[in-house]
């Protein structure tokens, strides 16, 4: 969501726009040249460790000299090792400080026990080979740790303990001439079980196998209990907040220029962190989400100071090895962004931006939601639209509990485009539109039936937040509140009002025209497609029927092979994808005043 960009170029047609400036620096080849050696080594040591044939093969040639693979316990260490350096490679191609000396730890400790057990000089050149590069290039794993919280011991538990369970299964199945009798699937899972935990499980074997596969599954749950200790007892980093001080500042800078961005007042949500140029003219708000240090909008503040503030930014993507993005920028932050860092701009999608003086509901083209608007006013729907500050402390905290119990989803959404707080007494100058319907049997919240809340977008603008009904009320809310909002723009000094924004707008609008060309309406029906799930066709219909204008937004990045994860990243801060369970409704409703909420939620209800 943007406005109006002075001088900006014309929009190219297509799909898509890259912006492509020569590229910065390429990421040092060495942290991941050894993070794949690391992969490699793992995983020879993990089949070693697992598939009693591999023993005999001619691979195993090879992995029979890789740490780990030494002394009576063979298959036990070495499927040890191998999931560690499997846990340790990602850390490693991410320049990590505590994989690296975790790695080199692992590796002399294993060349150790490969003179020492075996006597073998090849499994002591293998592990050296792997140190050596690991201690010259030292330099380059100096990344700091992620913010962390106890969550990850959780997430760890589950999903070791989901591979644990699985590769266990397959080592107690590889040995079937070896088994007494023919057991079950279930009784295969419970000696896994039994095993994880250190006990003998109902399965026997003959010969030295009972002894291979008990170590094995031995080793496995101690892997699972040891790195979900850790994870649960290490220092926790506390998650991104702005404090007061930050808060101060930012809205210090969007009072002198909140005109530029309709994003800018976002900056403001309270689980965001923030870089400041060194002239703290200039900011960069941001959230590290997977490894992804996304930020959204364009930088607040002076133009001018923007690359200080981009450049901290980016030192801070560097010191933690976190991949920088951005989400949602207007076509000038792109330009700016691309030529400060060398990244690409790719555009997303586009802002419904609706210029007050220029609405009206006469006319053809306004015809159906004029209907529906007079449709809903005989049903005896009226409208409210007030700033904050003028609202009641009882009757705001009645729209915060609506707007809470109205949510769509379990899961609260928003990062870019979502305050995440109603009411707060810092922001008076937001916009409330409410419709009640006076002769309705009163209901928990009253007479009242829908909600929107829009938050300022500079002196003579406002930006839409979210949208919420009682899902009771007749279809057409949305549409009403919208349209009250605009009439009512003009006694409250407001000239323009930015709507949701619509993603691959320009896809959708051209794929439907006469003389599309087959490429365009294979992808315009994929998006149709997607749509069932993530509303892009009806959300872009929805603020059509305002007759906006369109100002595109872009994703900025570093290299293509960084969108699916930029994308999984974004999905996650907005709450499409959750990997941590959601609180109880009980807990949710304590915290609402400070909960992200989604832009334009229920706005197609």
């Not at 150790?112 to 592990?127: D, E, K, N, P």
Request: net charge positive; charged share 25%.
């Amino acid at each position: 969501m943007s406005g109006a960009v002075p001088g900006a170029a014309p929009k190219a047609a297509g799909l898509t726009r890259a912006v492509r400036l020569p590229r910065g620096p390429r990421p040092e080849s060495v942290p991941v040249l050894v993070g794949r050696a690391c992969t490699l080594v793992g995983l020879l040591n993990v089949a070693a460790g697992v598939f009693p044939r591999f023993r005999h093969s001619r691979m195993h040639a090879l992995a029979e000299v890789l740490p780990g693979a030494f002394g009576p316990f063979a298959a036990a260490l070495s499927l040890s090792a191998g999931v560690l350096l499997l846990l340790l490679a990602h850390g490693l191609r991410r320049r990590k400080r505590r994989a690296w000396r975790a790695a080199v730890a692992l590796l002399p400790l294993g060349a150790f026990a490969q003179f020492t057990y075996r006597h073998s000089l090849a499994g002591v050149i293998v592990s050296l080979a792997l140190l050596a590069p690991l201690l010259r290039h030292r330099d380059q794993f100096a990344a700091l740790p992620d913010p962390r919280s106890r969550w990850k011991a959780l997430a760890n538990f589950v999903l070791m303990g989901a591979g644990s369970l699985a590769l266990g299964l397959v080592i107690v199945s590889v040995h079937p001439h070896r088994m007494v009798g023919d057991p079950s699937l279930a009784d295969r899972i419970a000696h896994v079980l039994y095993g994880l935990f250190g006990f003998e499980g109902p399965i026997d074997y003959r010969g030295n196998t009972s002894w291979t596969v008990a170590f094995s599954l031995g080793a496995l749950g101690l892997l699972t209990a040891v790195t979900t200790i850790y994870l649960a007892f290490r220092p926790e980093h506390p998650a991104a907040r702005l404090t007061e001080d930050d808060e101060t500042r930012l809205r210090a800078l969007l009072a002198k220029h909140g005109s530029r961005d309709s994003l800018g007042h976002f900056a403001l949500r309270r689980d965001k962190a923030v870089v400041f140029s060194p002239s703290g003219k200039a900011a960069v708000t941001y959230r590290v989400v997977s490894g992804v240090m996304l930020a959204s909008g364009d930088p607040i503040g002076d133009v001018e100071a923007w690359p200080g503030a981009i450049e901290r930014f980016m030192d801070e993507a560097r010191a933690h090895s976190w991949t920088p993005a951005v989400m949602g920028c207007s076509e000038t932050g792109g330009e700016v962004w691309t030529r400060e860092t060398g990244l690409d701009a790719l555009e997303l999608g586009d802002e419904a931006v609706v210029d007050v003086a220029d609405f009206s509901l006469a006319g053809r083209a306004m015809r159906n939601v004029r209907q529906m608007v007079k449709r809903i006013e005989r049903a005896g729907y009226e409208t409210r639209v007030r700033r904050v500050a003028d609202l009641g402390d009882t009757e705001l905290e009645r729209i915060r509990r609506a707007a809470d119990d109205w949510r769509g989803t379990d899961t609260e959404r928003g990062f870019s485009m979502a305050l995440g707080r109603i009411g707060d007494p810092s922001d008076g100058d937001c916009l409330i539109a409410t419709a009640h319907k006076q002769d309705a049997e009163p209901g928990e919240y009253g007479d009242l039936k829908a909600i929107l809340h829009f938050v300022p977008w500079g002196p003579d603008g406002v930006s839409l937040d979210l949208m919420r009904r009682d899902r009771a009320a007749d279809p057409g809310m949305n549409e009403l509140l919208i349209v009250a909002a605009l009439q009512a723009a003009p006694k409250l000094g407001i000239n323009r009002v930015s709507l949701n924004f619509a993603m691959f707008r320009a896809a959708l609008a051209r794929g439907e025209k006469i003389g599309a060309g087959p490429v365009l309406r294979a992808w315009r029906g994929l998006l149709v497609f997607l749509s069932r799930w993530f509303q892009i066709e009806s959300l872009y219909k929805f603020n059509a029927k305002f007759r906006p204008r369109w100002e595109p937004r872009f994703v900025v990045y570093r290299t293509s092979a960084d969108l699916p994860r930029i994308g999984f990243a974004a999905m996650q801060a907005e709450g499409f994808v959750t990997l941590t369970p959601p609180l109880p409704r009980f807990l949710r409703r304590r915290t609402a005043a400070r909960r992200p909420c989604v832009h334009g939620e229920a706005r197609a209800a």
